[in-house]
């Protein structure tokens, strides 16, 4: 079964239960594939980066085979820019976190189409391909957004959550995790780096655990209890906060 969301955030949870651990949120307009169900519990497939997880079934809302195909070959996505809001006739009022994708969208009557309902769009959008300098603009809209595992939203995100949405907004695709984006553009040295490229960071064992957003000048921005500057080094980052070595430098990675 083919779905789309048609909530403003709905979390994806690593097990079937309301207290399980979100591992990633679907945002408004985010499409996915129904793998497998549990009692009240569907899950899930990202259509974006095919992330999967539970979701309850009362979120769910499909859409055929052929609305599905269409919606993902709409890209680069028009995006919301802001945090915007949709108004359908029947369902209501939608708030739209920034980087909500706005399926069937038609920038000259600002409508946007789920099923057979079209609702209105009330905030500013975005489309195409654009540069490491934008990437970091919408980045640093998220400046002291709190840390939340799994988040994707000024309201709370998490490391790749950050980076991964800064990102989408301009046109360019990240998956979810550290750990995986770190497998994609090209490796480049600390020294050489430019803004907006990304570093990653290891624990003991040599895991990928953390990334965040080089700005050029010896600091970096990230998300890390709340998202903000710090600077770093070659030994990895050094918390302005609370004056020490918060990360283990990896790798610089430059993803276009």
Not at 31 to 40: A, G, P, R, S, V
Not at 51 to 68: A, L, P, Q, R, T
């Amino acid at each position: 079964m083919k779905a789309i969301n048609f909530a403003s955030i709905v979390p994806v949870r690593a097990t079937h239960a309301d207290e399980s651990e979100i591992m990633t949120q679907m945002l408004f307009g985010d499409t996915f594939e129904i793998l497998d169900t549990f009692k009240q519990w569907r899950y899930i497939k990202t259509a974006y980066d095919h992330y999967e997880g539970w979701i309850d079934e009362k979120v769910v809302s499909e859409i055929s085979d052929e609305e599905f195909e269409t919606l993902n070959k709409q890209q680069p996505y028009y995006t919301a820019q802001i945090v915007s809001e949709a108004v359908f006739p029947q369902s209501g009022r939608f708030l739209l976190p920034m980087g909500s994708v706005l399926p069937n969208f038609n920038p000259k009557t600002m409508t946007l189409k789920i099923g057979n309902e079209t609702g209105i769009f009330y905030g500013d959008f975005i489309t195409g391909k654009h540069d490491k300098t934008k990437v970091l603009d919408f980045a640093f809209t998220y400046e002291n957004s709190p840390y939340l595992w799994g988040g994707k939203t000024h309201f709370g995100l998490d490391c790749s959550g950050l980076t991964q949405m800064a990102y989408k907004i301009c046109g360019h695709f990240l998956l979810r995790n550290a750990k995986d984006q770190a497998t994609q553009g090209t490796p480049v040295k600390l020294s050489e780096a430019e803004a907006g490229d990304l570093a990653f960071f290891t624990n003991d064992k040599g895991k990928v655990i953390h990334v965040g957003f080089l700005l050029g000048d010896g600091t970096i921005f990230h998300s890390h209890g709340n998202a903000h500057i710090d600077d770093i080094d070659e030994k990895g980052i050094w918390s302005r906060k609370f004056q020490r070595y918060s990360h283990r430098l990896s790798d610089v990675r430059r993803i276009f």
